[in-house]
C-alpha cells in the first residue's frame, strides 16, 4: 500500500482565495482524521470521520472551514476564504479501527500552506 | 481535562545518552498512550504505544515507563544516536478514537 496520499505537497496563495486539501486514506481504514501543525499550537485535530460520516468536528477553528468525505477513499479539507493565520502544515491521517488494539494512525506526509 | 502536558520542550544529549521526555495528562477515561516521531518534512510515524494496565513497555532502545497514580508517562531511548534526532509527541486516546497530542520535544543528538 502507498500509504496516505495528500495533495498538493505544497500550496501558496493569496489571502481571500479558496483552498482544497485532497487526502486519499490507506484502503480498508474505517477513520480519517484532518490536523493542523503550527509552531505555536503543536498538532491539532480540526476533524475526524468514521465510515465517511463526521464524528467530530470542534477542532474546525470557524466556519472558514469545511471538510467533506464523499466515499471512502477521498477527503477534502477547504477553507474559503483563506487568510494568513491559516498558514500551517495540514496532515491527513487514517486508522482501521481506534476503539481496538490497531489504533495506529497512519499520517500522510502532509501540505504545507503558505496564504500570504 | 483534555489536555496533554509534554516536557521538555527541546533536548540535547551526546551519542549514547538517555534522553527522557515527560508527559502528564487529567482524563482517567484515556486509555491508549502513544508516542509519535515526526522527522522534518515527513508526518508523524508511531514509535511506541502502552496501555495502562501495564508500568513498562520496551521496544529495541525505546522504552514508555507508565505510573497510572500519577496519571504521568516517559519515553526513554537508550544508546541514543545521531538518527535519532525529531521531535517526539507523546498522545492520549479515549474510546472515543481521538487522539490528543503533547506540545512536541525537539531532540538533537550530537555525534
Known amino acids: 500500500d502507498a500509504g496516505v496520499i495528500q495533495s498538493p505537497r505544497h500550496e501558496v496563495t493569496e489571502m481571500g482565495q479558496e483552498v482544497t486539501l485532497r487526502c486519499k486514506p490507506i484502503?480498508?481504514?474505517?477513520?480519517l482524521f484532518w490536523y493542523r501543525q503550527t509552531m505555536m499550537r503543536g498538532l491539532e485535530l480540526l476533524i475526524y470521520?468514521?465510515?465517511?460520516?463526521?464524528?467530530?468536528d470542534s477542532g474546525m477553528p470557524e466556519d472558514r472551514f469545511s471538510a467533506k468525505m464523499p466515499n471512502a477513499s477521498f477527503s477534502t479539507l477547504k477553507i474559503q476564504p483563506s487568510e494568513p493565520r491559516d498558514s500551517a502544515v495540514y496532515f491527513c491521517?487514517?486508522?482501521?479501527?481506534?476503539?481496538?488494539?490497531?489504533?495506529?494512525?497512519?499520517f500522510g506526509p502532509g501540505t504545507r500552506l503558505t496564504v500570504l | 481535562q483534555q489536555q496533554v502536558k509534554q516536557s521538555p520542550q527541546s533536548l540535547i544529549v551526546q551519542k549514547g545518552g538517555i534522553p527522557i521526555i515527560n508527559c502528564a495528562y487529567e482524563?482517567?477515561?484515556?486509555?491508549?498512550f502513544p508516542w509519535y516521531q515526526q522527522f522534518p518534512g515527513k508526518g508523524p510515524a508511531l514509535l511506541i504505544a502502552?496501555?495502562?494496565?501495564?508500568s513498562e513497555k520496551k521496544e529495541g532502545r525505546f522504552t514508555i515507563s507508565f505510573n497510572k497514580s500519577a496519571k504521568q508517562f516517559s519515553l526513554h531511548i537508550m544508546d541514543s544516536q545521531p538518527g535519532d534526532s525529531a521531535t517526539y509527541f507523546c498522545?492520549?486516546?479515549?474510546?472515543?478514537?481521538?487522539?490528543?497530542f503533547g506540545q512536541g520535544t525537539t531532540l538533537q543528538v550530537k555525534p
Open positions: 491521517a487514517s486508522s482501521p479501527l481506534p476503539g481496538s488494539l490497531a489504533n495506529e494512525q497512519f
Open positions: 484502503s480498508g481504514h474505517d477513520y
Open positions: 470521520f468514521n465510515n465517511n460520516v463526521p464524528i467530530d
Open positions: 482524563n482517567t477515561a484515556f486509555d491508549y
Open positions: 502502552i496501555r495502562p494496565d501495564v
Open positions: 498522545a492520549a486516546m479515549s474510546n472515543t478514537g481521538k487522539l490528543i
